[in-house]
DNA sequence: GTATGTGAAATCATTCACAGCT
DNA sequence: AGCTGTGAATGATTTCACATAC
């Protein structure tokens, strides 16, 4: 009701705004300074309309008749985003899957840095990971708070995950990418997004037996 | 218009089969025979309507009044999403993604066998990973064909992924499962599905902004 | 003339609520 | 009495189409 409350956008709009942002950055490293919806679109692989729609929600950023500047779209985007802070990330979960994000381009490009990284097994706490060492699992108060983590990516086995988002949400830290293969519940104000590497390959499954 | 046309599910729907198994598959370790919407909705993490909702797509497989047989249902969802046969993975890209997925329980599992894994770089080909090891690019095709690959796992640069689809589909694989971060036009009849790890952590960072 | 920004229409997905069967 | 299966209601998202501004 109140005209202060604030104005969110839909979730499949942010999804895009992303898309968006790194077509953007493809047409500037090609030395493009001005764009429209339909090349931004088609690099983005949209549809025109919806981006403009998506581009709708954050304001007039555009000239009709002529379209956008790159530089100016795109830097207003990282900072609807929230991307132009620091975002320092813990991963959980030293085996294969977490010791490959730790090193995952998209992981620590734009503002994003991977801080620390933790594992239950002592066999693995101690080891080498680019240019982190693994800490132990009963540390991770301490490192949350030594490295102000405010993201957290799980690379643990389901089992594991549901304690681990009760104790980061004590700990303040309440944004979470999951890849434990489980539903998890998540305490009030936490963000929570999960990627199922087995989900992927079982909906691909369906789809190639569709006729 | 056809009566004979396929019937199809809703793409939300699918992805919801595959968490609805792996609740079932948990019921039934824990020694249970029968279920019903409110518990495995629970179990999966979902609403019980929509789960009603979607298991009717698939006929009538409980009892009024009582429920379901856990694993009536369960078979019959993995036959609906094709899983009672073999599919067999290629992993493109031996990277440490690319090393990660191949050893990733879920990608073992359920119908799903990684039969080889390829790389570019000449100091990859022909090191072990798991029990497999590293192949050349330049081999794609013959790889295909050896182990009857109709499954590929793209975990290479965003870069090289475009290039690898339309050779992929010219194989007669159509089922892609891409981590590139661009996003890639495909072939008539091919199936992709795409993880983007960094828009996870951006929509994640978008989130935690929101007041 | 050209491309944006946006109501209105169309499509898709979820939730409600209850009739129907056991 | 209890739980499924499903139309009808609601809500979300996408597409259309055009008035508006340059």
């Keep these: 009701m109140s005209e202060l409350e ?13 898309q968006y942002l ?16 339909g090349v931004l679109a088609k690099e983005a692989g949209v549809n025109p ?60 490009t734009r503002g994003f840095k991977v801080r620390a990284i933790l594992d239950v097994s002592p066999d693995l706490v101690g080891t080498d990971v680019g240019n982190l060492h693994v800490e132990s699992r009963s540390d991770l108060a301490e490192v949350v708070r030594r490295e102000e983590i405010n993201i957290a990516v799980l690379a643990v086995p389901g089992d594991a995950a549901q304690d681990l988002i009760y104790e980061l949400g004590e700990l303040g830290v ?11 519940v998540v305490p009030r104000g936490m963000n929570l997004r999960r ?10 499954a369906y789809l190639a037996v569709q006729p």
């Design 174 to 184: 309440n944004s979470v990418l999951s890849f434990a293969p489980k539903p998890l």
């Design 195 to 204: 990627v199922d590497l087995s989900t992927e390959l079982q909906i691909l």
């Design 49 to 108: 309309a919806i981006l403009r729609k998506d581009l709708s929600w954050l304001g007039s950023y555009g000239t009709r008749g002529v379209g956008y500047v790159v530089r100016e779209l795109s830097e207003h985007i990282n900072n609807t985003l929230g991307l132009n802070r620091d975002w320092r990330v813990l991963i959980l979960g030293a085996g294969n899957l977490g010791r490959a994000l730790s090193g995952y381009a998209g992981f620590t």
């Design 22 to 37: 790194r077509a953007l950055n493809a047409l500037e490293s090609r030395g493009m300074e001005r764009t429209s919806s």
């Design 6 to 18: 604030a104005k969110v956008l839909p979730e499949a709009t942010v999804a895009r705004l992303t």
